[in-house]
């Protein structure tokens, strides 16, 4: 599925394909957004900008329950399956709207904290970005960003295939007008900003096992064929739809290869205005 989001036109490079958005439902508050919990208290109001399905939302919206949690994302298809899975969950204190980033639908000073995982890599001004979740932040407010740099993915094995597929990667990221190196810019986003406090650090997501290493292998063996990458890398003279699907077969092999290994650098940053 293809949908435009943002108000700058731009394309969200992964689209909502079940394969995508299947992943990003395996996401949760306690593994990609730790860093974030401890500020967290009952009673406080949520935003998670950019929330896709929902699951990282789900375990923030516990954590301040009962105050009120609202998820928002530019793609409806996203914001329907996080409806589906709260209320499946059973999750009382959960609302979800479809929203752009760049014009959040709130007045100045809603909420206590706002979240962003996985965004603004997307985004070609993520400053503009930034400068909205601080406005919708209530003053002493605290906001969370986490955001991915491709520029630290390491495979073990190292191989030409391996190689290729970070470049097709990056260079689809761009052709979107996002930034896929963006884990590393996030003290140069809110340094120019005043804000009262800054904290910027990183995590690491690793890849270990066989278990690990197989099922990251086959995700991005299905991505680089049947999401939005595979579309634009062909039609923008990326890549060809041979080497796409020769890429495919090398990184479902190389998450069965013994002693794999994979790593991927997050930033990762609190701010408080
Ligand atoms: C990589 S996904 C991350 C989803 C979720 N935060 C997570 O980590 O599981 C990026 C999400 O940002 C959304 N998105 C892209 N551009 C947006 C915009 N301008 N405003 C709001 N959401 C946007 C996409 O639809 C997508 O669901």
């Known amino acids: 599925m293809t949908e435009p989001v943002g108000s700058g036109g731009e394309n969200y ?13 395996r996401r949760s508050a306690e593994r990609n957004a730790a860093y974030l919990l401890p500020q967290l208290r009952p009673g406080m109001s949520l935003l998670d900008i950019g929330c896709g399905p929902g699951s990282i939302t789900a375990g923030l919206a516990n954590a301040v329950a009962p105050g009120r949690t609202v998820g928002v994302d530019s793609s409806r298809a996203a914001v329907e399956r996080a409806v589906a899975d709260a209320e499946s969950a059973g999750l009382a204190n959960i609302e979800y709207k479809t929203a752009d980033a760049y014009g959040l639908p709130f007045s100045d000073g809603s909420f206590d904290v ?43 094995p ?13 260079a689809v990221a761009r052709k979107n ?14 340094e120019p900003l005043g804000l009262d406090r800054f904290e910027v650090r990183a995590s690491v997501w690793s890849f270990g096992d ?27 003279g990326i890549a060809t739809a041979e080497e796409l699907i020769e890429i495919a077969a090398t ?10 290994f994979f790593t991927l650098t997050h930033g990762e940053a609190l701010a408080w205005k």
């Open 158 to 170: 190292r191989t030409p295939e391996t190689d290729r597929f970070l470049a097709i990667y990056n």
């Open 251 to 260: 990184l479902r092999a190389w998450g069965r290869t013994p002693g794999a």
């Open 114 to 156: 706002a979240h962003m995982h996985q965004l603004l890599q997307h985004l070609s001004d993520p400053a503009l970005a930034v400068q909205e979740a601080l406005r919708v932040l209530a003053p002493g407010g605290v906001f969370g960003v986490t955001e991915v740099d491709w520029g630290t993915a390491a495979f073990w």
């Open 177 to 190: 007008g996002g930034d896929p190196e963006m884990g590393r810019r996030l003290r140069s986003l809110l």
């Open 210 to 236: 066989a278990g690990a290493t197989g099922q990251w292998g086959d995700l991005w063996s299905a991505r680089i064929q049947e999401s939005n990458i595979a579309t634009t890398a062909t039609d923008a």
């Open 13 to 25: 490079m992964h689209g909502h394909h079940p394969v995508v958005v299947d992943e990003h439902a």
